[in-house]
Each structure stands twice: as structure tokens, then as C-alpha cells.
């Protein structure tokens, strides 16, 4: 509503002429435009397709008073709050109260005086003037609140997605924490190794997918994070799972998240390792292990960059670079069924052999002395040389177990070291090591071992992570977690010490007695 007075109109209801002409000429002069209804009905038709600025309501009409006239008035939509001024001779106050009653904003009295007429018109028009730009700018600063709100729950939901993400991903740091605490850098110069270190440095700065292939313990995950290490991706996370440490019920949820309630136990929703990997590297250790429907699955998310999470049927994008490893013999699993053929190509973009640790003889002594210095450090022992017959039958041995099972034995021997020397307790060393060491020399020669075959000194290293392992359940009662539990005792993850017991076929008889 405008204040210029020439761009507002006033309706006067009278059926005198008199009183029409003074008030016409009056509000005229004054700048208003005036419009004339003769009596209610008349008016309430005109309300209805073109309502003025204000009204100048006769009460004594025929027909329809003006205290009725008001009254449907106000029933009219959109006319709720139009300024409306009784123009009466009446002098009763009781006249007056109706007047109110019926929807009135003010009265003048007549005979009129031109003065007050305007004064009045003046303060009811500037009033509703100012109603209407409060109730404008009620609705800007209500609008101005939803966007604001809106944009609030827009940050409260990413923040708290991101709370989510950073929680999830601390604890996955945790676990990994657990896991990799005896990893290092790696170490060798045999030019087995440096083929394959070649081949890292070549493919890592691309975003194609690798498949690591070596046995157990010869660094496949070390290639991994070299790879990653080296490429564009290096800023963002590098997320591993372990596919053969996982029950088969459970890892799509692993790897691809699911929501609260998709299935029992889901009390919350869940990111998955791929989305925990976006923009960085996902390390699937023992891909081999997914179990065919998973393998389906992951090469959707290989070839589309998108995946449901359990119980959701939106899809997430991802841009993630997968670096696959296996034990196993896949091309003859692809063969048996056991594994998708497909998936196989898929994952085999830039392959890279690890090699075994006796295909690098030439490392076992590098490998040996970075073990007793990082032992040295992490016991506080002043262990300075490895004693030369330990080193030459380490140096003999074939290591079924590659450098893991090096790793394990200088550790043990640096446990019950006492001197500046480590020798390695033949006892619970590596068998073939024990049978070597029965035939050294007092001059620290020794005799060639006799022949053994790598699968019997892989069932006896079993049998002796076996009796490690039962040994440590019976000193927990068989606890598993927890600060006295025997993960922490034998520096393993939980899940991982699950998996080694049902592995070695370790139950509660073999460690739980009466």
C-alpha cells in the first residue's frame, strides 16, 4: 500500500447526497480518490471486485445498516483488516460499542468537520500502511528464517555425517593400528624384489587396478602401500580389508556399509570400507576369499564406480583405486568356478609377483638385523650383532612362513635375549633351524641340515603357532578382547586371533581345564 494519497482510493457508503458531495469534495482536494455506493448492498458489491484503501461507512442507511454492512464486510476474504470509519450522528455509547462490535476501526461524528475527517483518514490509512510492511517484512524475515534453517539442518546433517566418517574411520585406524604395528619399510636388494618394486614405481602414479600375488608373509600389503604411497592419491586414505578375516554374512556390509536395521545386529548405520576409501585406495587383502555373490558385486562397483549400501536402494558414488593381493592360484580357481572369471580380468589389470623370501636369499641377513634393531628400540635390550651360526642356519633355512615367519623368530629370540647378542632359541625357532642346530660346532660351524620338505616345515610352524596360541588362551581363561585379553597378549587383532583358532582347529577343551 502506497502513502502517496493520489494512488489511494476511499469508498464512502451514505444515502444522502449531502453528505456524499462534502465528503467527495473534502477527500478530493486532499488528493484521495474517491468512489461512491449508495447503500450496503451496493457497497459489499463493490468490495468484492475492487476493495479501496479505506471505508467511510454510513450507520443509518435503509435496508442494511452499516452495523450489519461491516459485519459481512469482515467475512469477505482478503478484507480482514481493511480500515473501516463509522460516520454517525448518533451520540449513545451503546451505539458506539456496536459499532466496534461489528468490525469498526473508528467513528466521526456528524455534522462532519473536515479537519478531524482527514485526520482520522490520514492516521487508519499510514496504520494500515505500516501493518502491511510489518506483515512484508514478517514473511521476508520468516522466509529469510526457513532458508536459514534449512541450510542449519543441511550443515547439522553433514556435520553429522562427518562425525560419522571420522568416528568410523578412527576406529577402523585402531584396528589398523593393531595390525600393522609390525609392518616396516620395505628392505632388500635381491633383484627379485627390485623387478617388482620396479613395477610399483611404473603403475603407481595411474589409478589402475593391481593384483598383488605372493605368499603368505612376503609383504603384499608393504607393495600396497608403496603403491598408494607414490600415486596422486597419496593425500587421501589408504583402507584395507581382510576378506578372508571376515564370515561371509558380513562382508558386503564391510565393504559397502549398510543402514539401521538392514539386518540383526544393525543397530546403526554404517559406512563401508569403500566409501571410507573415497578419493584414496582400497587394499582387499585374500580377495580370493569373497564368496561368489560378494564377487558380483565388487565388480559392479569396479566397473561403475557406484554401490547400495545393506538395506539402502541408493546408490553411492565412489572414486576409489583398488589394490587386490592373493595367496592363492587364482587363474586355477577361475577354472574350478571358486572364482569369477570376469572379476579375475578385471582385478588383473597390472599384476605384480612378490617373491618368496628363499627366492631372496640375499635379504634374509638385511631382513634379520632391521628385525633385532626395531626389537632393540621397542625392548630397551642392547642387542648389537646376531650371532654368526644363528645367522648362518637363518641363512639355511627355506622360511615356509617368507618374512613374517623371520620376523617371528628374531622376535622371540630377542625376547629371551640377555646379552648384546641375539641367538636364536633353537627350541622355538623354526624346526628345520633345531635340527640344524644340533650339529654346530663348538668353532660355530655347522653340518647341512638333512632334507625337509616345505609342507612338513609348514605343519610343524602350525603346530607351533598352535601351542603359542593355546598357551596364551589358557594364561586369559580363554578371553580373546580386552586389555588382559589374548589379542593384546599376542599383538593380533581380535578378529584375526578368531580366525588363526578356527583355522588351527583350537577349541575350548584345548585350552579351558577343570
Known amino acids: 500500500m502506497s502513502s502517496d494519497p493520489r494512488q489511494q482510493s476511499i469508498l464512502v457508503v451514505d444515502d444522502m ?47 442494511m445498516d452499516g452495523f450489519e454492512t461491516c459485519r459481512r464486510l469482515r467475512r469477505l476474504p482478503g478484507l480482514e483488516q481493511l480500515p473501516v470509519i463509522f460516520m454517525t450522528a448518533l451520540s449513545e455509547i451503546q451505539d458506539k460499542v456496536r459499532a466496534f462490535a461489528a468490525g469498526a476501526d473508528d467513528y466521526v461524528s456528524k455534522p462532519f ?95 589402475s587396478t593391481v593384483l598383488i600375488h605372493g605368499e603368505t608373509g612376503t609383504g603384499k600389503e608393504l607393495i600396497a602401500r608403496a603403491l598408494h604411497a607414490q600415486s596422486k592419491r597419496r593425500d587421501k586414505p589408504m583402507i584395507k580389508l581382510n576378506c578372508s578375516a571376515i564370515s561371509a ?41 569373497l564368496p561368489l555373490e560378494t564377487q558380483a558385486k565388487l565388480l559392479r562397483v569396479l ?85 654368526p651360526a644363528t645367522l648362518t642356519q637363518l641363512n639355511r633355512y627355506s622360511w615356509p612362513g617368507n618374512i613374517r615367519d623371520l620376523q617371528n623368530t628374531i622376535e622371540r629370540a630377542a625376547v629371551l635375549a640377555t646379552g648384546s647378542e641375539l641367538i636364536v632359541d633353537w627350541d622355538l625357532g623354526p624346526p628345520a633351524v633345531s635340527a640344524a642346530a644340533s650339529s654346530v660346532t663348538a668353532a660355530g660351524e655347522a653340518e647341512q641340515p638333512p632334507p625337509r620338505s616345505a609342507d612338513a616345515e609348514h605343519q610343524s610352524l602350525e603346530a607351533i603357532e598352535r ?32 580366525f588363526r583358532m578356527k583355522k588351527l582347529s583350537i577349541g575350548k577343551a584345548d585350552y579351558l581345564t577343570d
Do not use: W
Not at 23 to 32: D, M, N, Q, V
Not at 472 to 485: F, M, Q
Open 113 to 207: 468537520q473536515h479537519e478531524e475527517v482527514l485526520a482520522r483518514v490520514r492516521v487508519h490509512l499510514t496504520r494500515r500502511e505500516l501493518e502491511c510492511k510489518l506483515a512484508q517484512l514478517n514473511r521476508e524475515l520468516e522466509d529469510r528464517v526457513a532458508a536459514r534453517t534449512t541450510e542449519l539442518n543441511t550443515a547439522l546433517a553433514q556435520v553429522e555425517a562427518l562425525k560419522s566418517r571420522l568416528q568410523q574411520e578412527n576406529r577402523y585406524l585402531k584396528q589398523e593400528l593393531c595390525e600393522t604395528s609390525n609392518l616396516g619399510e620395505i628392505i632388500g636388494s635381491a633383484p627379485a624384489l627390485q623387478a617388482a618394486l620396479r613395477k610399483v614405481a611404473a603403475v603407481a602414479a595411474t589409478d
Open 467 to 498: 601351542e603359542h596360541i593355546i598357551a596364551t588362551l589358557r594364561k586369559t581363561r580363554g578371553v580373546v578382547e580386552g586389555p588382559h585379553g589374548a589379542a593384546q597378549l599376542l599383538e593380533m587383532n581380535p578378529s584375526t586371533v578368531r
Open 303 to 387: 566397473q561403475e564406480q557406484e554401490f547400495e549400501p545393506v538395506g539402502s536402494s541408493r546408490s553411492v558414488k565412489v572414486d576409489v583405486r583398488v589394490i587386490a593381493a592373493t595367496n592363492r592360484d587364482l587363474p586355477a580357481d577361475v577354472r574350478s568356478g571358486r572364482f569369477r572369471s570376469d572379476l579375475f580380468y578385471r582385478l588383473n589389470v597390472f599384476p605384480i609377483e612378490v617373491p618368496a623370501l628363499r627366492e631372496r636369499a640375499e635379504d634374509i641377513s638385511l631382513l634379520a638385523n632391521h628385525f633385532m634393531q626395531r626389537m632393540t628400540r621397542k625392548l630397551g635390550k642392547p642387542l648389537e650383532r646376531i650371532a
Open 249 to 289: 554374512g558380513l562382508v558386503e556390509s564391510e565393504l559397502f556399509g549398510h543402514l539401521k536395521g538392514a539386518f540383526t545386529g544393525a543397530t546403526d548405520k554404517r559406512m563401508g570400507r569403500f566409501e571410507l576409501a573415497d578419493g584414496g585406495t582400497l587394499f582387499l587383502d585374500e580377495v580370493s576369499e
Open 17 to 63: 447526497p449531502a453528505n456524499i458531495g462534502v465528503l467527495l469534495e473534502t477527500l478530493s482536494k486532499a488528493g484521495y480518490r474517491v468512489r461512491v455506493a449508495p447503500d450496503g448492498e451496493s457497497a459489499l458489491e463493490q468490495l468484492q471486485y475492487s476493495p479501496p484503501a479505506l471505508v467511510l461507512l454510513d450507520v443509518m442507511m435503509p435496508g
